[in-house]
Every structure is written in structure tokens, then in C-alpha cells.
């Protein structure tokens, strides 16, 4: 008895199927709106507000002059440093090393 009405409900999925189609194509093109994809602004780059001291290529290290050492980003190798009177730093684990010039 289910399938009795098949060949009819059949006709009617047909019938409205192809009337949902034609609407679709009567419809004037023109009056459709297209897809606009969403405009995303571009982020503002973050500009440095002091200026760092000018690179002077003419100077030398000397005695007296402070550095800083950043080693493998290790607190126990890093640190700030003067530079003595004869040019030479005395650094853990590495010993002495000249800096001067």
C-alpha cells in the first residue's frame, strides 16, 4: 500500500521541482546581488617613538666604556660589563677576551 502512491508523490517531487527551477531562471539577473566578500583592514605597524643614538662607524671601544653581553640568553653569562683600562674582560667560562678597539 506504500508504494501504491509512489508513481504520484513521484509526479509531484517532478512537478514542483521543475517550477522552483523555472522561477529561479524567470528572475532578472540584474536584480540579483552579488556576494561581496568582507574588506578587512590592513593593522597599523607600531612605529618606535624615540630614536636610538646614531650608529658613529669611527668610534672604538675603550676603558671606561659600558657594554652589554647577552650570551645564548643565559643570566648567568650575560650581563652588563665595564670595559677596564687595558681592554680586556674576564668573562665565566670563556676567560678573557679582548674588546677593546
Do not use: H, W
Request: glycine share 8%; proline share 11%.
Amino acid at each position: 500500500m506504500l508504494y501504491a502512491n509512489l508513481p504520484r508523490q513521484l509526479k509531484r517531487l517532478v512537478i514542483v521541482s521543475l517550477t522552483l527551477l523555472g522561477s529561479l531562471m524567470i528572475t532578472d539577473p540584474s536584480s540579483r546581488t552579488k556576494a561581496q566578500l568582507p574588506t578587512f583592514e590592513e593593522p597599523a605597524i607600531a612605529r618606535p617613538t624615540t630614536t636610538s643614538p646614531r650608529y658613529e662607524p669611527d668610534y672604538s671601544l675603550g676603558g671606561g666604556d659600558r657594554i652589554r653581553l647577552d650570551i645564548f640568553e643565559v643570566p648567568q653569562y650575560s650581563g652588563e660589563y665595564q670595559i677596564p683600562p687595558g681592554g680586556v674582560l674576564n668573562l665565566p667560562l670563556i676567560g678573557s677576551v679582548s674588546v677593546e678597539g
